[in-house]
């Protein structure tokens, strides 16, 4: 088996490698799996992947065949490992771990110092892959997939993470650097007011090194100093 870094060519693959798996794992109706797919990894979408520096897209071949694929994102230095994808028919074979593993060290490498694996509440399949893989579940996340809320579970190789204190206006609050997500020039990490992480205050831009108090008319995160911008997670409502 070789793995290897996707390319334009391997488009039509990674649809099918993703449509039969999500269908083989999600109790989602096919219309919503088919929009998904079709919004992540579309000619557009994927090109965009590609080209995305922060993003990371292996492909795994058995007889020149691509039978999986995993796509992750270094953000600042935590490794996400969104997707690992194996069609069914090639499921049991060990694929996974080989893939997991690659993606890992590709991670590694260019400055991952922990990963985290994200993976929806109801994949079964799923979340037993990542707890064999010796990761916690440390929390848990809300998406919405097709105007309906879900509960992904969080998991790391590494539960603790420092808190970075941070006085302002007289009040000392608590950056999160384990808790970040990819913005358009920087990464945007939460802020709580008190160390065991039970009251979120907002969100710390890491472009500007500003906090940031409110969401826009949209519900959108944007830094008003420097215009740093979320990037929508793979289940927002804006890619469905």
């Not at 269908?23 to 799996?33: D, G, K, M, Q």
Request: net charge negative; hydrophobic share 35%; proline share 2%.
């Amino acid at each position: 088996m070789e793995i290897r870094e996707a390319t334009m060519d391997d488009g039509p693959a990674i649809r099918s490698i993703a449509l039969r798996s999500m269908e083989a794992s999600y109790s989602l109706s096919p219309s919503t799996i088919e929009s998904a797919i079709m919004q992540w990894y579309g000619v557009d979408s994927f090109a965009d992947l590609l080209e995305d520096d922060e993003v990371l897209l292996l492909v795994a071949e058995r007889d020149g065949e691509p039978v999986a694929f995993s796509e992750s994102a270094l953000i600042d230095d935590r490794g996400d490992i969104h997707w690992i994808h194996v069609a069914a028919m090639h499921r049991g074979e060990g694929i996974g771990q080989s893939l997991y593993e690659a993606t890992r060290e590709h991670l590694e490498r260019e400055g991952a110092e922990t990963v985290r694996g994200l993976v929806l509440a109801m994949n079964t399949e799923g979340n037993r892959f990542w707890e064999e893989r010796g990761l916690e579940k440390v929390g848990e996340g809300t998406v919405e997939v097709d105007g309906t809320a879900f509960v992904e579970n969080i998991y790391v190789d590494e539960e603790s993470v420092e808190l970075k204190p941070v006085v302002v206006d007289d009040r000392e609050l608590y950056i999160d650097r384990g808790d970040v997500s990819r913005g358009s020039a920087g990464p945007f990490y939460t802020v709580y007011t008190d160390e065991d992480r039970e009251n979120r205050y907002s969100y710390y831009c890491g472009n500007c090194e500003s906090l940031i108090t409110s969401m826009d008319t949209m519900g959108r995160l944007s830094c008003e100093e420097c215009g740093n911008q979320l990037k929508p997670a793979r289940w927002d409502a804006a890619y469905m």
